[in-house]
C-alpha cells in the first residue's frame, strides 16, 4: 500500500512552459485535493475533487487545472507557468469530505 | 472564511523538555488535524482530533470544539521532533484550512 504518491519530485520550469504534476492514491479515496505551500507558510487549497468526474475550485485555482478520469488519479496541470508558481504542491486524499487526510510526499517546483 | 492561529509561531526547546502547542479557530469545525512537517518537507498525520482527547507515545491532543481550540503536548522532545507542525481545520464549507505553522527547533 504505497498511499499518496507523486511525480516529479522536482522540477524547473521556464516561464511560459506548461507541465502536469502526477498524483495517484491506492487507498480507493473518493476526495482528491491538490494544495501548494510557498515558503513559511501553511498550505492553499488549489483544486479537490469528490470522486470520478467531479472537480471544484478551492482557495488559489487560476492558472491551473484539474481533471479526474478514474479514482486513483487526480492530475494537476500548469499552463503558460509564470515565477508566481514558485512553490511546492502537495496532493492528498481522503475517504470522505470530514476523514482524514493522507498526504504525498510534494513536488517543487521553480519556474524561472 | 475561517481564520486559524497558532502560537508561538517559533519555539526553541533543550532536548527532554516539555511543551504545549496551541492553535485557535475563529468558527465551528467539522474536523481538525495535526501535522509534522518534518526537515526534508513531509507532512506527517500526528492526530485526526475534532473533539477530545488521544495520546501517540510523547505526543498527544487535546481539542474543546466548544471553545474553539486545540492543544498539541510534546513530552521529553527529542531532537527528530523538530519541524513544523500544522493544525489544519474543516469549517462548514468542507475544505481544510491550515494555520501558519510552529516552528520547533530541539537542540541536544
Known amino acids: 500500500n504505497a498511499g499518496v504518491t507523486q511525480t516529479p519530485k522536482f522540477r524547473i520550469l521556464k516561464i511560459g512552459q506548461s507541465m502536469t504534476l502526477q498524483c495517484a492514491q491506492d487507498?480507493?479515496?473518493?476526495?482528491m485535493y491538490w494544495y501548494r505551500q510557498d515558503p513559511g507558510m501553511g498550505l492553499k487549497l488549489i483544486y479537490y475533487?469528490?470522486?470520478?468526474?467531479?472537480?471544484d475550485k478551492g482557495e488559489v485555482p487560476n492558472g491551473y487545472n484539474v481533471s479526474r478520469s478514474t479514482t486513483e488519479d487526480f492530475p494537476l496541470r500548469l499552463e503558460l507557468a509564470a515565477p508566481s508558481q514558485t512553490s511546492v504542491y502537495f496532493c492528498?486524499?481522503?475517504?470522505?469530505?470530514?476523514?482524514?487526510?493522507?498526504f504525498g510526499p510534494g513536488t517543487r517546483l521553480t519556474v524561472t | 472564511g475561517i481564520q486559524v492561529e497558532q502560537s508561538p509561531p517559533d519555539l526553541i526547546l533543550q532536548e527532554g523538555a516539555n511543551s504545549t502547542l496551541r492553535c485557535n479557530f475563529s468558527?465551528?469545525?467539522?474536523?481538525l488535524q495535526w501535522f509534522h512537517q518534518n526537515p526534508w518537507g513531509q507532512l506527517i498525520n500526528l492526530f485526526y482530533?475534532?473533539?477530545g482527547t488521544k495520546q501517540n507515545g510523547r505526543l498527544s491532543a487535546t481539542t474543546v470544539a466548544t471553545e474553539r481550540y486545540s492543544l498539541l503536548y510534546i513530552s521529553s522532545s527529542q531532537t527528530t521532533d523538530s519541524g513544523v507542525y500544522f493544525c489544519?481545520?474543516?469549517?462548514?464549507?468542507?475544505?481544510?484550512?491550515f494555520g501558519a505553522g510552529t516552528t520547533v527547533t530541539v537542540r541536544a
Open positions: 492528498a486524499s481522503s475517504a470522505g469530505s470530514l476523514g482524514e487526510q493522507y
Open positions: 487507498m480507493n479515496h473518493n476526495y
Open positions: 475533487s469528490v470522486g470520478a468526474g467531479i472537480t
Open positions: 468558527d465551528s469545525v467539522n474536523n
Open positions: 482530533i475534532p473533539s
Open positions: 489544519a481545520v474543516v469549517p462548514n464549507d468542507y475544505k481544510l484550512s
